[in-house]
Structure formats: structure tokens, C-alpha cells
């Protein structure tokens, strides 16, 4: 056992309450479910968190790398973790002491045993593979956290319609927010924070909500300083009961000339290749279409420029109903020999239910050929529930063609090459 634990130390794992915008990255991305969260905080549970750093790359603003040397009896409790509106200073060397702590132990790592995450006789599943961490190595740079939570910028609402043939409950918005001199720059497969005005039932100050940017890196308008994004309104929660979503409808009821508080942008990772002979397969559901937009936006205007060099783009699109996709007319006026797309409709009356999965699966000879290049790039992105259906997909479709599922899983995620977003 390692002498932290021996001497009752750990230097615990905490997520800084200020910072963090309630993205769901970290406890998505734990390998040992060590992090939970209510309507308030994120939180780390001490007696789980083993120090694997697993979840310190993905998170976009940085507050989940703090931590705090503390005696084993006196580690925070997730209880009072959940109250936070600000992490608690440093224990003094005087605090330390005085609970048994000497200098040399104060510098011990984390060093608190995973518990077990499966029930007594049960064996454990082979852990599905995750996305990457790290950027494709020709994508541009990325610039993050310009604009943190604590010192938000403003933007003005140029532009706001509906991006669906659907009726009010599944209206997904296409909004277009300009901030004018102000430096804000953004690459396709970043995102920004909206801080909703008024407070909370506690009457604490909303916190950010995020968005996937969904237009190209020169703007929604070429040559302005724009973005936009794809915001779905939320009217009823995951089990259909009604809600209504504090961000999602302030942001679609927007008018031209409102003013947003914006905090960002983030991720440094989830960003397309700049190689112009990169393929890229894109698959999502919903509102998870909007990166996949912005990558597709920035291709089609290097196409148009004459310096786009004939890497493939495929795109797998899930939504309950055409009417409920998003982008659906403009989607239809791509040209064929520049985007492969497949659209799968769960919900089409009189229909089968089809999903992305499903449409992975008939075009696995066209997908094997991918996985053998070196050259392609894969981007899942969507609601959570998803991702284990396509990497499945993913893994059927190399064993077919004869590859060896982990090993190659293991190449994509390491050369940034399978990237996985998932909500």
C-alpha cells in the first residue's frame, strides 16, 4: 500500500465550483465513475477516485485540476462538496501538523483505492474504447478560455430561425451571435458557454450552458467576426416529463440585437484535420450535428476556392423524424461527389426504426476501407446514449474486414483520430 495511505493522507481530488461550466466531460470520461453531480456541482468522491488523471485532458476550462492535501479522516465528503460555490483554501503546515501530517507526506499522491464498480460475482466488461485526447496533428491551433466564467464577454444576436420542419416541443434553433472587435477566435469542433440571465431557485446566478459551435472558422457570414449555433429546445426531460430548459429556450426565443454573455471558447481536441486529403466520417444525432456542420462548411469553402484536394467526407445523421432534423433542406443541395450522406429516422410512421448504427453497419465495406487509412478522421457526437451503439458498429465493421478492433481503436484515439463527444 502506498505510504500515503499508510500515514492516512490523500491529496485529494476536487473540481473548482467558479470554473466549472456543468459540461458532463469529466464524469462522461471517469473510467471508474468516481464523479457525480447534482443541480449545483460537479464532485469528486475520495474513496473512489484512484488518480488515473483520465478525466484532466478532456475537461475544456481546466477545473477539474485541483486538488488539496488532506488527512484520510478529514477528506471532503461529496455532501460538502455539492455546497460549494468556491474551493476551500490550502490546509496551513500548521493544519497539517496538527492532524499528524509532516512535510515529506504532504507531497504523496493521491493514493486512495478505486472501489469496486461491479456487484459480487458479476464479471466485469471489457471497458469500451474512448476518443482521443489530443488534436489530429495538422489541425490549427486552437485558442481556449479567452473568456472564463468569471469574465464573460457580450455578443449581439444577428440572426435567429428555426432549422426544423418540426412543431414547438422539437424546434432546433439555428442562431447567429456577432461580437464585433472583440477577439474571439474559434475552429470547427469548439464550443462556447451562454449564461442564461436571473438566478437559480437558490438564487445564485445561472451557470453556463454549452454549445457546439456550428459554422466554419471564418464565421456564419465569411469574413465576419461571427459564429453560430445549433440549440434544440428543451421542453420535457430524458424520461418525457415535461421542463423547460432555462438555456435552451432563453437562447431560441432570442431576437435580433439581444445581447448574450458568452465564456469561452473550449476544447482543444475534438477539431478536424487541416490535411486537405484527411477523410473524414461524421456521426451524430441531433443537435450533435453542429460540429459536423462546421467541419462540412469549412470543406465546402475550400472546394469552392479550388484548394480542397479530394479528402472523403461521410456523414451518418440520426433524428426521430425528417422533420425533426436539423439542417435537412440544405443538407439535400450538397453536392454527391463531396459529402456521402446516410440519414436514419427512428420514428417514421409505418417505417423500422433505423439508427446510425444500423446504416454504419450496411456501409461497413465502405468504412473498412477508412479504417485501413491512415488518412481518416471519425467524430461521434451526441447524446450519450449512442456511443457504445457506434463503437460497437465500429468494432463489427473492422472484424469483418479482418483488423484487430483494439489494436487499431487504441492507433485512432492516440493519433487523435477517433474523437468521441457525447452528452
Known amino acids: 500500500m502506498d505510504m500515503a495511505v499508510e500515514a492516512g493522507v490523500i491529496k485529494q481530488h476536487l473540481i473548482d465550483p467558479e470554473i466549472c461550466i456543468r459540461c458532463n466531460t469529466c464524469e462522461a470520461t471517469c473510467p471508474v465513475n468516481a464523479i457525480t453531480?447534482?443541480?449545483?456541482?460537479?464532485?469528486?468522491?475520495?474513496?473512489?477516485?484512484?488518480?488515473?488523471?483520465?478525466?484532466?485532458?478532456?475537461?475544456?476550462?481546466g477545473s477539474i485540476d485541483n486538488w488539496r492535501t488532506m488527512p484520510l479522516v478529514r477528506a471532503y465528503s461529496i455532501e460538502e462538496q455539492l455546497t460549494w460555490e468556491s474551493l476551500p483554501a490550502e490546509l496551513s503546515p500548521e493544519e497539517l501538523a496538527a492532524a499528524g501530517v509532516d512535510g515529506d507526506t504532504a507531497e504523496a499522491p493521491v493514493a486512495v483505492p478505486a472501489v469496486a464498480t461491479t456487484e459480487p460475482g458479476v464479471q466485469?466488461?471489457?471497458p469500451m474504447h474512448r476518443g482521443a485526447t489530443v488534436p489530429p496533428w495538422s489541425a490549427a491551433h486552437a485558442y481556449t478560455n479567452l473568456y472564463p466564467p468569471k469574465s464573460?464577454?457580450?455578443?449581439?444576436?444577428?440572426?435567429?430561425?428555426?432549422?426544423?420542419?418540426?412543431g414547438f416541443e422539437s424546434e432546433t434553433h439555428h442562431v447567429v451571435l456577432d461580437f464585433g472587435s472583440l477577439p474571439f477566435p474559434v475552429l470547427e469542433g469548439q464550443s462556447i458557454g451562454i449564461i442564461p440571465p436571473g438566478a437559480d431557485a437558490l438564487g445564485k446566478r445561472h451557470h453556463a450552458r454549452q454549445y457546439s459551435i456550428a459554422s466554419a472558422r471564418n464565421g456564419e457570414r465569411p469574413g465576419y467576426n461571427?459564429?453560430?449555433?445549433?440549440?434544440?429546445?428543451?421542453?420535457?426531460?430524458?424520461?418525457?416529463?415535461?421542463v423547460r430548459g432555462v438555456a435552451s429556450?432563453?437562447?431560441?426565443?432570442?431576437?435580433?440585437?439581444?445581447?448574450v454573455e458568452v465564456v469561452g471558447p473550449f476544447g482543444h481536441s475534438f477539431l478536424m484535420p487541416n490535411h486537405p486529403k484527411s477523410h473524414v466520417v461524421m456521426i451524430c444525432t441531433g443537435t450533435g450535428s453542429a460540429p459536423m456542420r462546421a467541419m462540412t462548411e469549412w470543406r465546402r469553402r475550400l472546394r469552392?476556392?479550388?484548394?480542397?484536394?479530394?479528402?472523403?467526407l461521410m456523414l451518418f445523421f440520426g433524428a426521430r423524424t425528417q422533420q425533426e432534423l436539423p439542417y435537412f433542406g440544405p443538407l439535400q443541395s450538397l453536392p454527391k461527389d463531396f459529402i456521402d450522406i446516410n440519414l436514419a429516422f427512428?420514428?417514421?410512421?409505418?417505417?423500422?426504426r433505423r439508427y446510425v448504427q444500423d446504416l454504419m453497419r450496411e456501409r461497413a465495406p465502405d468504412l473498412a476501407e477508412l479504417l485501413r487509412d491512415g488518412n481518416s478522421h471519425f467524430y461521434v457526437c451526441g447524446l450519450k446514449s449512442m456511443e457504445e451503439g457506434v463503437v460497437l458498429a465500429l468494432r463489427d465493421v473492422a472484424a469483418e474486414a479482418g483488423l484487430?478492433?483494439?489494436?487499431?481503436?487504441?492507433?485512432?484515439a492516440r493519433e487523435g483520430r477517433l474523437h468521441l463527444e457525447t452528452y
Open 124 to 126: 466485469p466488461q471489457p
Open 226 to 242: 461571427n459564429l453560430a449555433l445549433t440549440v434544440k429546445r428543451v421542453t420535457s426531460d430524458h424520461d418525457g416529463n415535461p
Open 249 to 259: 429556450n432563453y437562447v431560441c426565443d432570442l431576437k435580433v440585437g439581444d445581447k
Open 152 to 166: 464573460p464577454t457580450t455578443a449581439t444576436v444577428v440572426g435567429n430561425f428555426n432549422c426544423t420542419e418540426a
Open 37 to 61: 453531480h447534482d443541480d449545483n456541482n460537479y464532485v469528486v468522491r475520495a474513496d473512489v477516485c484512484n488518480g488515473c488523471m483520465a478525466c484532466i485532458s478532456p475537461c475544456p476550462t
Open 304 to 312: 469552392k476556392s479550388g484548394k480542397f484536394e479530394g479528402g472523403k
Open 404 to 412: 484487430d478492433w483494439e489494436a487499431l481503436a487504441s492507433t485512432l
Open 346 to 352: 427512428s420514428r417514421t410512421p409505418g417505417q423500422p
